[in-house]
């Protein structure tokens, strides 16, 4: 067995008390496992994979898996199960309860551009160290870890700061841990150690991160990897997070970051403490649409093919978010459209696995919620996102579907999915064509300030590429009003003789335009009449679907236009 495959066969940590509450709901203990296991993987397994990593029968994954797509969480592709930017939904209600990133990633993004280099933001989970935001400065020598990754806290700068405020049970459960698995083999984000760093070394940094309020990672995690961090605390003296600041032996020393660093940490991490205190007061928001309003419906939909009590479990954890980090159970029933009892013993089985904390009659998400699906998620890019409903449109339409994104005076093809045709349109990723003469172009130019678009449009020069290409300025200012209300755009013959092709924008969650989705065929397939009432709608139906999956996706991440 290779090293990934052992890592991948570690077991997960678990909370103090491994026995299985009666309660517990038995599908949804399966279909945490196979997200997991999915998540473990990098996102994607084929189905016999799944079958052998989780131990399941196959009936059983078939049923997971099924019921998974229908709730949008995973993409069944042939044999395979990918996980898709829907699941995020689940990590994005703790990040929202949480509040860290929406309050102090901010500041983070500042501190980064000021000192030119990665800020990282973490919270304690049990004896590890979970990110919840990156601020990452793009080298080629650059910090690769992903929110949600999980570290264990011996190897990190802010795993010694949460450590100095352990107790007896805490230092206990890591010493456990570390007897159980001393090469750190079940932290996938982290390459193993040979040889750890022995428990006199972990304890000595604690003690010095207490006394000190800083602690340093001098090349723990891997060599060349230097890091800074401190603790923001609430008003009561409690850690809720720590700041990193991350280098490289080719720019810094552990000891010089710290010395060029450590003031300016401080000051950011005071301001940082200040925004929390006078965000103390909550405002409860309305959750989003409950999942459960239509599982009875895909029940009886898909029969056995359907297991409910796994959907409606995992929809208990949408109900937390923004004004909501603590919920009743009748809050949290409330909050998803279920009934108590199913509620209760989907909180019951969360507490169990350690994604959900019980105390006095509350119950708040824990950073555990990340490990489902968000590491690899949220490192994909707009034309990951979008490959799959490019794909989805073209073998609805049988014309080849396109992505571009508008780079200066012209479009750049991002994602591309063609048709088998004796006569097809012949672009690949990554070609370029003027704006101005192409229906995605004009999309994205249409949804410009107006001043910048007539500097673009003046900027172009437009040379007529065929006898109907539009070249003059005022002739396409006026074009692009047209398409600005209309939100799509035609051209027919006007970037090649024959070629037509409509577009659409996709936009991100502020609403502006960040990239385009065509159609493009011979104008001998369908006459202008026929791809405005055949095409057109099938295509801002995906472009919809690619923005819900972008809204997911961006919400408390950075997605990449290409």
Request: glycine fraction near 6%; aromatic fraction near 4%; hydrophobic fraction near 45%.
């Amino acid at each position: 067995m290779n090293t990934t495959d052992a890592r991948q066969d570690a077991p997960h940590q678990s909370p103090g008390d491994d026995r299985l509450p009666a309660e517990a709901v038995g599908p949804l203990l399966r279909g945490v496992e196979v997200l997991r296991r999915l998540t473990d993987a990098g996102g994607r397994l084929s189905l016999g994979d799944l079958v052998r990593s989780t131990g399941l029968a196959r009936s059983t994954v078939d049923r997971v898996t099924q019921t998974l797509a229908r709730m949008g969480y995973v993409r069944l592709d042939g044999r395979d199960a990918a996980l898709a930017p829907r699941l995020m939904e689940l990590g994005n209600a703790y990040l929202a309860a949480l509040r860290i990133p929406a309050l102090l990633g901010p500041h983070a993004e500042e501190l980064a551009d000021a000192l030119d280099e990665s800020v990282s933001l973490a919270v304690p989970d049990r004896d590890g160290i979970r990110f919840v935001h990156q601020s990452t400065r793009r080298r080629a020598m650059s910090l690769s870890f992903r929110i949600g990754d999980l570290l264990p806290a011996e190897r990190t700068a802010p795993g010694a700061l949460f450590a100095a405020d352990w107790d007896a049970a805490a230092w206990a459960r890591w010493r456990e841990r570390r007897a159980a698995d001393p090469q750190g083999l079940g932290f996938l984000a982290v390459p193993p150690l040979g040889e750890a760093p022995d428990a006199a070394h972990f304890t000595e940094r604690t003690r010095l991160a207490g006394s000190q309020g800083w602690a340093l990672d001098d090349q723990l995690i891997e060599p060349g990897l230097v890091a800074l961090a401190l603790a923001v605390r609430d008003a009561d003296g409690r850690p809720v997070c720590a700041v990193s600041v991350v280098s490289h032996t080719s720019r810094h020393s552990a000891a010089s970051l710290r010395k060029a660093v450590l003031p300016r940490l401080r000051a950011k991490v005071a301001e940082m403490e200040r925004a929390l205190r006078e965000a103390d007061t909550e405002h409860p928001v309305n959750s989003a649409q409950p999942l459960a309003s239509w599982t009875s419906a895909s029940k009886q939909e898909l029969g056995a093919g359907f297991v409910e009590s796994l959907a409606r479990g995992l929809t208990v954890l949408t109900a937390f978010g923004a004004g909501r980090r603590e919920l009743t159970l009748s809050g949290v029933a409330e909050a998803c459209g279920l009934a108590r009892a199913t509620a209760r013993r989907a909180l019951i089985t969360f507490v169990h696995l350690g994604y959900v904390e019980a105390h006095d009659g509350l119950f708040r998400p824990t950073p555990r919620v990340l490990e489902l699906g968000f590491p690899p998620l949220s490192r994909l890019t707009l034309p990951q996102i979008a490959e799959p409903h490019l794909a989805a449109l073209a073998q609805q339409v049988h014309d080849s579907t396109s992505l571009s994104v508008l780079t200066g005076t012209e479009i750049q093809y991002t994602a591309r999915v063609a048709t088998s045709r004796v006569m097809n349109v012949n672009i690949t990723v990554g070609t370029r064509f003027p704006a101005y003469a192409t229906s995605m172009g004009r999309v994205l130019l249409a949804d410009l300030p107006a001043d910048e678009r007539a500097r673009r449009l003046a900027a172009s020069a437009p040379q007529p590429l065929t006898r109907h290409t539009v070249t003059s300025v005022e002739e396409l200012a006026e074009v692009l009003d047209r398409v600005r209300e209309r939100q799509y755009a035609v051209t027919d013959g006007e970037l090649e003789e024959g070629l037509r092709s409509v577009a659409v924008p996709v936009r991100d969650r502020t609403g502006r335009a960040v990239a385009a989705v065509n159609v493009a065929m011979h104008s001998s397939r369908r006459t202008a009449a026929q791809v405005r009432a055949e095409v057109l709608p099938a295509l801002r139906a995906a472009a919809s679907g690619i923005e819900e999956d972008l809204a997911q996706a961006g919400r408390f991440t950075r997605t990449a236009a290409c």
